[in-house]
């Protein structure tokens, strides 16, 4: 298939979902009800869980976030099987009609991500079902705020949100992209376009310098010749697509991007995604401009890349279910499942072959995408350590991670106490320099380069190594006084590794912030990129002073995985704020490390990347629709460092193109769209929509609005007591969340 075409063809694929087959013989039905302060002014909520149909069985299993919970009911049993994987036992599961089980929570509720999931029957023999769950509708405040704090956006602030986006007589023309181009001279006339360019061979001082022209009904791209098609994608995309059969006006764009790295992180470990959704993803960078996918392969919850000779990785790492024997075949479930560690549904199981992730990094290479491997180390390696324990049960010690004896308590930053592999043995070097060969050999056969290997080295919990008298030896023979050495230890001796092996190394801040000259002349030279998340330019300044070069990754502007808002509805995470795309499109390099050019040691930023992590999605509409349209204003400061379109032009560009370009046929995806505002005023409901287009679906009774719900046309009169006006956007097969007027 021409390449040129492969855009439609992927974004056409849709995904078949297997659905499940069987029928369901239990329902659950969750729901919280409100959080509550006591006299001391700590916050807790009571979960309700509903359960009817077949309730002859042992327990019901459950992912949630950790927190400390209890059962109201005494006779009823709460166990947690690990952090965030809990069941329930109680007498009453004896084949009553109806179960209400009653846990007392403490800390507040959010949103709907810290609902309860993967919910399951576990029988008596030990086997396990799934099960109907659907949590409740959210119909009062109390569900979400505390007493006195409610963070939920409501009518009247969107409505003013909307005024302010929309307001003007801005019409984006046919060369108004994001990313936007750095110059367009206009020749004049129009050309009607073929729908094959020219391309002419430059080498210029800047690689990813080009220039398109457009003249005498033809599109002429001057560009190195690997950067054909990484030119090519975006302008076929956001210019040819977008204007249709309709003639173009005659220009010359000029353009190039402000910095190297453009990238954004796809974390695939903590829920599964395919490789049919992730190369989507692959087109989306492509189209935004973006040269760098940092790809979260492994972490605590999963392992989910073959590796030849080590099958213990994906046997127990990319498997996860319930066992009464702990984990010893598979691991624990977490965030989402049915207890079955081989069933096919959902975001728990699931891997990449070898030839799979070949075939991967071959496309993204020939969409100028450079494909980052993240192997994480020492910490957030439960999945690792797990699946080296059975290697160790059946023999061989040559990878083994951690050692019997260890007493060590700690805590991680995800709530683990065993995620730390002990840096004071053999195994996890043997370990490391094993999976970069074979990373290495992957590339090699993929013949594509390989900018380098991401060794995590981030978030090791104080105490990881307090109890393991190994480690204490070998502090005391190498003159350690802390565990924080013995960490820096174990990174020195990766940037050693993989500088042997001529691959450079990436981490996290943790790797370059807060350490010695010694440490940095031995590591610094091995890295070629170092990610600072922190909000506040701290991080970000040390490590650039230290020479290191710097990727700005900041929670509050690029962390995409943040809830869109503080609305109970929209997934993401709030622990960093909230992220939409303004406040990505907002993100200022100067101003997210500020640093002047005598300050700088080495190459100081390098570039911006978007980070989405997965605790929160449950397949490829949760991951589109936390990507776009976040995404573009992400690339918008990748590819520009400086200010371009104010708030109401993006907003303009993303409404009449962007959402157009992913939700229209072919291939449609989820994205996220705003919310409308509702205004009552002199008697009147008034509402308006985030975007041109749409409709804007209301109901006056406090329920739901759908899709056949009135729509709204213009101002009405405000009902007298009505429980509620709700409304919700609707466009292109995706809706918002719903707006509630002011209570």
């Given at each position: 298939?021409?390449?040129?075409?492969?855009?439609?063809?992927?974004?056409?694929?849709?995904?078949?979902?297997?659905?499940?087959?069987?029928?369901?013989?239990?329902?659950?039905?969750?729901?919280?009800?409100?959080?509550?302060?006591?006299?001391?002014?700590?916050?807790?909520?009571?979960?309700?869980?509903?359960?009817?149909?077949?309730?002859?069985?042992?327990?019901?299993?459950?992912?949630?976030?950790?927190?400390?919970?209890?059962?109201?009911?005494?006779?009823?049993?709460?166990?947690?099987?690990?952090?965030?994987?809990?069941?329930?036992?109680?007498?009453?599961?004896?084949?009553?009609?109806?179960?209400?089980?009653?846990?007392?929570?403490?800390?507040?509720?959010?949103?709907?991500?810290?609902?309860?999931?993967?919910?399951?029957?576990?029988?008596?023999?030990?086997?396990?079902?799934?099960?109907?769950?659907?949590?409740?509708?959210?119909?009062?405040?109390?569900?979400?705020?505390?007493?006195?704090?409610?963070?939920?956006?409501?009518?009247?602030?969107?409505?003013?949100?909307?005024?302010?986006?929309?307001?003007?007589?801005?019409?984006?023309?046919?060369?108004?992209?994001?990313?936007?181009?750095?110059?367009?001279?206009?020749?004049?006339?129009?050309?009607?376009?073929?729908?094959?360019?020219?391309?002419?061979?430059?080498?210029?001082?800047?690689?990813?310098?080009?220039?398109?022209?457009?003249?005498?009904?033809?599109?002429?791209?001057?560009?190195?010749?690997?950067?054909?098609?990484?030119?090519?994608?975006?302008?076929?995309?956001?210019?040819?697509?977008?204007?249709?059969?309709?003639?173009?006006?005659?220009?010359?764009?000029?353009?190039?991007?402000?910095?190297?790295?453009?990238?954004?992180?796809?974390?695939?470990?903590?829920?599964?995604?395919?490789?049919?959704?992730?190369?989507?993803?692959?087109?989306?960078?492509?189209?935004?401009?973006?040269?760098?996918?940092?790809?979260?392969?492994?972490?605590?919850?999963?392992?989910?890349?073959?590796?030849?000779?080590?099958?213990?990785?994906?046997?127990?790492?990319?498997?996860?279910?319930?066992?009464?024997?702990?984990?010893?075949?598979?691991?624990?479930?977490?965030?989402?499942?049915?207890?079955?560690?081989?069933?096919?549904?959902?975001?728990?199981?699931?891997?990449?072959?070898?030839?799979?992730?070949?075939?991967?990094?071959?496309?993204?290479?020939?969409?100028?995408?450079?494909?980052?491997?993240?192997?994480?180390?020492?910490?957030?390696?439960?999945?690792?350590?797990?699946?080296?324990?059975?290697?160790?049960?059946?023999?061989?010690?040559?990878?083994?991670?951690?050692?019997?004896?260890?007493?060590?308590?700690?805590?991680?930053?995800?709530?683990?106490?065993?995620?730390?592999?002990?840096?004071?043995?053999p195994g996890p070097y043997a370990f490391m320099e094993k999976v970069f060969d074979e990373?290495?050999?992957?590339?090699?056969?993929?013949?594509?380069?390989?900018?380098?290997?991401?060794?995590?080295?981030?978030?090791?919990?104080?105490?990881?190594?307090?109890?393991?008298?190994?480690?204490?030896?070998?502090?005391?023979?190498?003159?350690?006084?802390?565990?924080?050495?013995?960490?820096?230890?174990?990174?020195?001796?990766?940037?050693?590794?993989?500088?042997?092996?001529?691959?450079?190394?990436?981490?996290?801040?943790?790797?370059?912030?807060?350490?010695?000259?010694?440490?940095?002349?031995?590591?610094?030279?091995?890295?070629?990129?170092?990610?600072?998340?922190?909000?506040?330019?701290?991080?970000?300044?040390?490590?650039?002073?230290?020479?290191?070069?710097?990727?700005?990754?900041?929670?509050?502007?690029?962390?995409?995985?943040?809830?869109?808002?503080?609305?109970?509805?929209?997934?993401?995470?709030?622990?960093?704020?909230?992220?939409?795309?303004?406040?990505?499109?907002?993100?200022?390099?100067?101003?997210?490390?500020?640093?002047?050019?005598?300050e700088v040691r080495g190459k100081g930023v390098i570039g911006v990347q978007g980070?989405?992590?997965?605790?929160?999605?449950?397949?490829?509409?949760?991951?589109?629709?936390?990507?776009?349209?976040?995404?573009?204003?992400?690339?918008?400061?990748?590819?520009?460092?400086?200010?371009?379109?104010?708030?109401?032009?993006?907003?303009?560009?993303?409404?009449?193109?962007?959402?157009?370009?992913?939700?229209?046929?072919?291939?449609?995806?989820?994205?996220?769209?705003?919310?409308?505002?509702?205004?009552?005023?002199?008697?009147?409901?008034?509402?308006?929509?985030?975007?041109?287009?749409?409709?804007?679906?209301?109901?006056?009774?406090?329920?739901?609005?759908?899709?056949?719900?009135?729509?709204?046309?213009?101002?009405?009169?405000?009902?007298?007591?009505?429980?509620?006006?709700?409304?919700?956007?609707?466009?292109?097969?995706?809706?918002?969340?719903?707006?509630?007027?002011?209570?």
């Amino acid at each position: 298939m021409n390449t040129t075409l492969r855009l439609l063809a992927i974004l056409a694929i849709a995904l078949t979902a297997v659905g499940n087959t069987f029928a369901y013989d239990t329902s659950v039905r969750w729901q919280t009800l409100g959080n509550e302060k006591d006299a001391a002014g700590k916050v807790s909520y009571t979960q309700r869980f509903t359960i009817t149909g077949d309730t002859d069985f042992s327990r019901l299993g459950f992912n949630m976030f950790a927190r400390r919970m209890e059962p109201v009911e005494k006779t009823d049993t709460l166990v947690e099987l690990m952090p965030g994987y809990y069941y329930i036992a109680s007498p009453r599961f004896n084949g009553s009609d109806t179960v209400v089980v009653d846990i007392r929570t403490r800390a507040a509720f959010n949103n709907i991500c810290y609902a309860p999931d993967g919910v399951h029957r576990i029988n008596a023999d030990g086997t396990t079902r799934a099960v109907d769950y659907r949590p409740a509708p959210f119909d009062s405040c109390s569900q979400w705020s505390t007493p006195g704090r409610d963070l939920m956006p409501y009518g009247e602030e969107i409505y003013a949100q909307n005024e302010r986006l929309n307001a003007g007589d801005f019409r984006p023309g046919a060369y108004d992209v994001i990313p936007s181009y750095k110059k367009v001279t206009y020749t004049g006339g129009t050309s009607r376009v073929p729908k094959n360019p020219v391309f002419v061979d430059i080498v210029p001082e800047n690689p990813e310098f080009y220039t398109i022209t457009v003249r005498n009904d033809s599109v002429i791209i001057a560009c190195r010749p690997d950067r054909q098609w990484a030119v090519y994608y975006p302008f076929k995309a956001k210019v040819l697509m977008a204007n249709g059969d309709k003639p173009l006006p005659n220009a010359v764009i000029t353009d190039w991007p402000d910095h190297l790295w453009r990238g954004q992180h796809i974390d695939i470990a903590r829920n599964f995604q395919s490789p049919a959704t992730m190369h989507k993803v692959l087109e989306i960078l492509a189209v935004n401009h973006l040269n760098k996918l940092h790809f979260h392969l492994v972490d605590d919850e999963a392992w989910r890349l073959e590796i030849p000779g080590m099958p213990e990785l994906t046997e127990v790492g990319s498997r996860r279910g319930y066992s009464a024997d702990g984990e010893k075949e598979f691991l624990y479930q977490v965030f989402a499942g049915d207890g079955n560690p081989d069933s096919p549904h959902g975001t728990a199981n699931g891997y990449w072959t070898r030839d799979e992730f070949i075939e991967f990094i071959r496309r993204a290479h020939v969409l100028g995408i450079d494909v980052l491997p993240e192997i994480e180390s020492p910490g957030h390696a439960r999945a690792a350590i797990k699946a080296m324990e059975k290697r160790h049960r059946n023999g061989d010690d040559t990878y083994r991670l951690i050692h019997d004896g260890d007493t060590s308590v700690y805590t991680s930053a995800q709530s683990f106490h065993d995620n730390v592999m002990n840096p004071a043995l053999p195994g996890p070097y043997a370990f490391m320099e094993k999976v970069f060969d074979e990373i290495i050999a992957m590339y090699a056969d993929a013949g594509v380069p390989l900018i380098g290997i991401h060794i995590g080295g981030d978030e090791v919990p104080r105490g990881a190594w307090s109890g393991s008298s190994v480690a204490r030896t070998f502090m005391e023979e190498h003159g350690m006084t802390s565990e924080k050495e013995l960490h820096a230890w174990f990174v020195r001796r990766m940037a050693q590794a993989l500088r042997k092996r001529g691959v450079p190394m990436y981490g996290w801040e943790e790797v370059a912030v807060g350490h010695g000259k010694e440490f940095n002349n031995v590591v610094r030279p091995a890295v070629d990129g170092v990610n600072c998340w922190h909000q506040t330019p701290d991080a970000a300044m040390a490590a650039a002073k230290a020479g290191y070069p710097v990727i700005l990754c900041n929670v509050n502007r690029f962390y995409l995985d943040m809830a869109y808002s503080r609305h109970p509805q929209e997934r993401g995470l709030t622990w960093g704020g909230t992220v939409d795309e303004f406040d990505a499109l907002n993100g200022y390099p100067a101003q997210l490390c500020p640093l002047d050019a005598d300050e700088v040691r080495g190459k100081g930023v390098i570039g911006v990347q978007g980070q989405l992590w997965a605790e929160t999605i449950r397949g490829e509409s949760d991951l589109t629709t936390l990507l776009l349209p976040k995404i573009t204003g992400m690339a918008e400061r990748a590819w520009n460092a400086d200010t371009t379109y104010t708030d109401r032009q993006f907003n303009t560009i993303v409404a009449e193109k962007e959402l157009l370009l992913y939700t229209s046929e072919p291939g449609k995806l989820k994205v996220h769209m705003r919310q409308p505002g509702i205004r009552v005023a002199d008697g009147k409901v008034y509402m308006n929509a985030p975007y041109s287009g749409g409709e804007i679906r209301y109901t006056l009774d406090g329920t739901e609005p759908t899709e056949q719900s009135a729509l709204y046309i213009g101002p009405f009169a405000a009902p007298e007591n009505s429980p509620g006006i709700r409304a919700r956007y609707y466009r292109n097969g995706c809706a918002s969340v719903t707006t509630w007027a002011n209570p």
